[in-house]
């Protein structure tokens, strides 16, 4: 696969321009693995998680399979892809804008939290492809104002987080809208067995291709641990924020409300911040995307739903103010830098009541996460427990699901890979080694 080319996956010159132009040289393994299939108009299940080249796996034959067919009618495309989130169908949809920009396709993304009169527009004018949540589209299907009886080309993306999100009863009554003759992919991060089961039911005879999304992550991410107090999270982060070397970063929380008060506080202390969550309004979370995106926000505090479709390049930092409900999760979350090549360092911050998240999610990335002690908030607690103490899960509920026992990080002494990592520098990005 060294010398894999986009010409070698036989892309139609317009596409191969438009790549070009963007600077992309060699395709990704999933495009690799996809492409070909998708030109056949084979069905496909995809895993594979943001930041592997997926949107350009399905969005290159996509439009390629349309291009032979410009003739549109009014409020019936002829491709339609489902995403959980307004971010994600968005940035989608400039994917396909940058594709496509030589190709006489037209698409609309379609989303809520938004007034529809636009959408409505674009669809009465005609559009190709249309890309949308699904709440959204079922509400201009059922004014009459959208069909799917044309639709050759069906996409749901990252369909865990669909499914996650309860949208399932969505996405069936959009698919029985759709011709049963049509090509069908489905991509997800993970395969649960609700994900695995919608495959089942809508894919037929799949190609399965996938990238593993452990190795895709953390291959260029300098990760570490930081343990700490609970009630001295936030000052750690503020420290952190002094390092020069933290250009951009992102931030995850748990909660909505704590997603604001992080974001509140750092600005008290004149570190440009905005927080992304769901009550935010489309506008504000559109808007808080473009300031991180441009520099003009340094921090950005996200909970996971609202960062499903961050594609930002330049991340330098992401911190794990919280630690996930899943530990798939906190793949996801660190996933976001390290993009393009470039290297990038994952923070996260653990206290006593976390410790069997932290184990779990070690188990899943089968590595264990370098310790930083040289930070003025180290709790020693914190690092000597090793798993989720009985007296928290009485109060707190029932955890993460994490195992008992002594883990890396148990009562024993640590082992030589549980200590902190020489080549991690203090708070900045690692020191690689040639």
Known sequence: MEN??????????????????????????????AIPHLIDGRDLLGLAQTGTGKTAAFALPTLQRLADETRRVPRAPRALILAPTRELAVQVGRSFDVY???VKLKNTVIYGGVGQTPQARALARGV???????????????QGLLTLDRVEIFILDEADRMLDMGFINDVNKIAEAVPSQRQTMLFSATMMPAVSKLADNMLNDPVKVSVDPISSAVELIEQKVMFVDHSNKEALLRELLKDKSVVRALVF??????ANRVADKLNRYKIHAEAIHGNKSQGARQQALDNFSSGKSRVLVATDIAARGID????SHVINFELPDEPESYVHRIGRTGRAGAAGMAITFCDIGERSHLNTIQRVIKSTVPVDEKHPFHSVAAAAASSFPSYI?????NG???????GSYG????????????????????????
Not at 16 to 28: D, I, N, Q, S
Not at 393 to 397: A, D, E, I, S, V
Not at 417 to 429: A, E, L, M, N, T
């Open 100 to 102: 496509g920009r030589y």
């Open 4 to 33: 894999q080319t986009f010409e070698n996956l036989e892309l139609i010159p317009p596409l191969r321009r438009a790549l070009r132009g963007e600077g992309y040289k060699e395709p990704t393994p999933i495009q690799i693995s």
């Open 312 to 315: 930002i390049d330049g991340i």
């Open 253 to 258: 929380t748990r909660t909505k409300h704590r």
């Open 128 to 142: 190709d492809i249309v890309i949308a949540t699904p709440g959204r589209l079922l509400d201009l299907m059922g």
């Open 393 to 397: 899960r009485t109060r707190r509920g």
């Open 411 to 434: 009562a024993k002494k640590p082992s030589g890979r549980g200590r902190r990592d020489s080549r991690v520098g203090s708070y900045g990005r690692s020191q690689r080694r040639p």
């Open 400 to 406: 993460y699901g994490g195992g008992g026992g002594r």
